[in-house]
């Protein structure tokens, strides 16, 4: 089985790792460390079991790839300066599945007109891994899949990629509705992410204290869902509620976008607030709390680009 | 003419050093770089012409003050921790007028209740003035006041305070509506104030280039004149437009809740965004805008109390 895992960071390695330590052919873009992941791969402590993932090539870009692969997996953050179509296009053959394991909303439609003769699938990943050394990476929390066909339905190829994760020791659930699991992924997303940011470095715990951050996260959650349902996904309204409570019950954490943030990347405000926006305003949705959040994170990324804060 | 100055930061010893320059016996309070202030005075950088206001006395506060004042000229920040009735009232005498020159709305309201004899003047300062140094300020804008009685109405005390004024160089306007240009400043402060910090340092510029953030100015600002409504304060809503082209048309500028964050002070996230949000809800204004940003807002002064930042 042979695999292409493209932008290839924390997420993409553990998970495509996994996959080659189980025997699967696996070669990697990256970004950054090329030489070093090259020499000694991916050093990766993990609380499923430490282990080296020794990509079968290590590339700088997809059109150094030679090779045809079964599943082309696409690991990349989704920013607007990212053109996803072109990063993936030089490996992506007639057999090629592709795979997007990307936060986000909408996040396949450009791919999807891109290649219409490939099959698309579509991926959440739960899953707490950072990068803490140059080829080094720490994964300390969860590390599980969610996996459909995009566009829902059933797959056989997607079935099969759920199995070598499972075989692989990655639980990798199988779903022919992946769209309401990325929308409920993104229920949490938005305002969690959004408001740790903006807050000035907040964590979990600060948002779920009873506190005007906490009916703001509802606010948000309501608003999300109702878009949702403009776009024919219908996630229950105690989600609202159970995420409250489930992030209050939890030990106090950073979330990813804090993490990007205080590393001096980008935050996916497009992918994660934007696109709802977009989709709210396009269906004539009322979501002043989503507008004024999407407002003020957008002007931040932007300030940030602006003054140089992503080139350090 | 014996005036005392509680708090004298910045704006304070500014104007009130303007009222020495003309004769008037100006005591100060201060609550750093006493020492220095009592040996060199304030040394003040000025558009309007340098000058050195030497204090007839530099005290702690107020329980030092053994004087009668004629006008006890607050200048303090308005915070949650700041208790202004105990700051003034060792020096509050029967005769003294009351004079507030800070930010905000329904600052007046605990004074009032606290000294219901004294009469009560409440002032707004259009002025860019900061510290550059122990001791030492520069004032690089404006230096406007308009003075008013507190309740609305006419004051012989106000008049002769903005005579005093105006015979120092201080252009101070007289009015018997202060409740009207109190929040007329708040239309501009919610909006440019806030948004400045919480979009991670963004310049008047950043907040006016006909973007999302413009947008959300503008929606800010509508909901600020409902609330006045309710309030019974008429705000045109042609402000709304006059605001954003006079930011837009200004050289940028950092606004002053963002040089205070930038210096790892408090912001002044109730005075400014909190009491319009009170009044909003006390009278079921619809303000979605306005709690959603008063909610980041707080939470992000909490977490940088909370993390020691004011400590530094």
Redesign the interface.
């Known amino acids: 089985m042979k695999i292409l895992n493209v932008s290839s960071g924390a997420v993409g390695a553990y998970f495509c790792g996994r996959l080659a330590q189980k025997g699967a052919e696996v070669a990697v873009t990256v970004r950054s460390d090329r030489e070093l992941v090259a020499a000694n791969g991916f050093e990766i402590k993990s609380i499923a079991g430490d282990f080296t993932f020794r990509p079968a090539e290590v590339l700088s870009n997809a059109s150094e790839y030679k090779n045809d692969a079964d599943y082309l997996i696409l690991t990349s953050k989704v920013l607007p300066d990212a053109d996803m179509v072109e990063l993936i296009k030089p490996a992506v053959k007639p057999g090629t599945v592709i795979v997007l394991i990307q936060n986000g909303i909408g996040i396949e439609d450009a791919i999807a007109q891109a290649f219409p003769a490939n099959e698309i699938l579509s991926a959440i990943a739960y899953i707490g891994v950072s990068r803490i050394a140059p080829g080094k990476l720490n994964h300390q929390g969860a590390g599980k899949l969610i996996i459909g066909k995009f566009g829902g339905g059933e797959s056989e190829k997607c079935k099969t990629l759920c199995n070598m994760f499972e075989a692989a020791g990655v639980p990798a659930e199988y779903t022919d509705n992946i769209a309401f699991y990325r929308w409920k992924k993104l229920l949490w997303n938005v305002p969690f992410n959004a408001?740790s940011v903006?807050?000035?470095?907040?964590l979990t715990s600060?948002?779920t204290d009873r506190?005007?951050?906490e009916?703001?996260c509802r606010?948000l959650m309501k608003e999300v869902i109702a878009v949702a349902g403009k776009c024919n996904v219908t996630l229950p309204e105690n989600l609202v509620e159970e995420n409250i409570e489930y992030t209050r019950n939890f030990p106090p954490y950073k979330t990813s976008m804090l993490v990007d943030c205080e590393n001096f990347r980008p935050v996916e405000a497009d992918a994660i607030v934007g696109r709802v926006v977009l989709y709210g305003e396009k269906f004539n949705v009322s979501i002043?709390?989503l507008?004024?959040?999407?407002?003020?994170l957008?002007?931040?990324d932007?300030?940030?680009k602006n003054?140089g804060v992503y080139n350090k």
Chains 1, 2 share one sequence.
């Open positions: 408001l903006l807050g000035g470095g907040l600060e948002m506190n005007r951050t009916a703001l606010e002043p709390h507008q004024t959040v999407y407002a003020i957008k002007a931040f932007t300030h940030r003054t």
